[in-house]
Every structure is written in C-alpha cells, then in structure tokens.
T-cell receptor, first 115, second 112 residues
Framework: GAVVSQHPSRVICKSGTSVKIECRSL??????MFWYRQFPKQSLMLMAT?????????EQGVEKDKFLINHASLTLSTLTVTSAHPEDSSFYIC???????????FGSGTRLTVV | GQQLNQSPQSMFIQEGEDVSMNCTSS?????WLWYKQDPGEGPVLLIA?????ELTSNGRLTAQFGITRKDSFLNISASIPSDVGIYFC????????????FGDGTTLTVKP
C-alpha cells in the first residue's frame, strides 16, 4: 500500500518548451503533496506544497510562474516546468502522505534534462 | 529556516561491519525520519520517530530520537552489499504542515 506513481521517469526537452510531470497516489487519497528538487549528489530541496482544490504554497526563491502546480483531485498533482532552460535540469520528486501510515511516500522521481 | 547537519558525508565499510550516522539540528523537531535513496529513485522511508528518546528498530536498522529533540542517529548492523545507497535524515515540525527538512545525506559503500 501507499504507492506514489510519478511519470515520466525521464524526459529530455528543448530549451524554451514546457514539461509536465505527474504525481499520483495509487491506493490512497492525498490532500497534500510535496514537490522536491534534487541536484546531483545533493539533498532534496522542497519547492512547493501542493494543496488539493487550492493554490500551491511555494518555498522562498521558487518562481510560481515557472513551476506551475495543479492539484485538481485527491490522487493527482502535476508540476509543469514552463519555458524550461538548461539550469532547470534536475531530478524532481514528489511525495504524499497516506494518513493511515507513518511518514511520507515518495515517487520514483523524474529526471529532467533540458537541451 | 531550519538546517540539518548530517554526518558522516560518506562511509566505506567492509561487509559485516556496523554503521552509524547521525543528524543534528540547531532547533527542535517533532518528528525524525530516516530514508534510503538508491540511484535514480525516490527516497524510501526506513524508520519514523515521533517521541523524544524513542528507540525504534526495523530489521538490522535502529534509530533513536534524541532527548533534546535536536538530533537523531541511525545504526545499521552487520552491513550487506545491498545496504549501499544514500541515507537521508529528515525532520518535521508539527506546526509546519508536514514539510520535511532534509539532511545532506550519507553515502554508504559496502565492500564485499
């Protein structure tokens, strides 16, 4: 139980295009999901909190117009990287909490490469 | 914001040896979590600690929530090759809507 599916696992896009990443809770409902970013050999940095039915809460320094988050249902949150640039290349990971379980479950991550 | 200091940064050990890593913070947390991350994957929860002084085991793994609520350690006994990976500690504040602050990770290499 408590499976979080993230898609795609890898994506390569051209500079200036937009990329959408999906995060789904497969066997539980999640009113809150979190989006993290991880650079090679570094820790996870929280980008934003995704709230079902309301606006996402962004961490300081994260551009909300560049990283669009939509949490339209209790099982799906999406992160869209708009007008991507090479410096946006990173590993993006979502997490969600099943209220019946301890801790948070992470998706398997999305490796974004902008060329 | 809160920061976690995780040490050591990396460890190279022989199979069968015990491992210990820890995290410290300048401020308190209500919850300490320990995760393992394999290359190209998301972190997987190993142990969650919710009470100061709590000592919890999960197989060969043991973790403790420090009495001061500002630190936690993770021990791995009798390491095996599949223990290889990056281990992260994470702290949560009850008042912070479930957000986790992560340590910088400990990279573990186990030599057969």
């Amino acid at each position: 139980g408590a499976v979080v599916s993230q898609h795609p696992s890898r994506v390569i896009c051209k500079s200036g295009t937009s990329v959408k990443i999906e995060c789904r809770s497969l066997d539980f409902q999640a009113t809150t999901m979190f989006w993290y970013r991880q650079f090679p050999k570094q820790s996870l940095m929280l980008m934003a909190t995704s709230n079902e039915g309301s606006k996402a809460t962004y961490e300081q320094g994260v551009e909300k117009d560049k990283f669009l988050i939509n949490h339209a249902s209790l099982t799906l949150s999406t992160l869209t990287v708009t007008s991507a640039h090479p410096e946006d290349s990173s590993f993006y990971i979502c997490s969600a909490r099943d209220s019946a379980r301890l801790g948070y479950t992470f998706g398997s991550g999305t490796r974004l490469t902008v060329v | 914001g809160q920061q976690l200091n995780q040490s050591p940064q990396s460890m190279f050990i022989q199979e069968g040896e015990d491992v210990s890593m820890n995290c410290t913070s300048s401020s308190i947390f209500n919850t300490w979590l320990w995760y393992k991350q394999d290359p190209g994957e998301g972190p997987v929860l190993l142990i969650a600690l919710y009470k100061a002084g709590e000592l919890t085991s999960n197989g060969r793994l043991t973790a403790q929530f420090g009495i001061t609520r500002k630190d936690s350690f993770l021990n791995i006994s009798a390491s095996i090759p599949s223990d290889v990976g990056i281990y992260f500690c994470a702290g949560q504040l009850r008042t912070n809507a479930g957000k986790s602050t992560f340590g910088d990770g400990t990279t573990l290499t186990v030599k057969p």
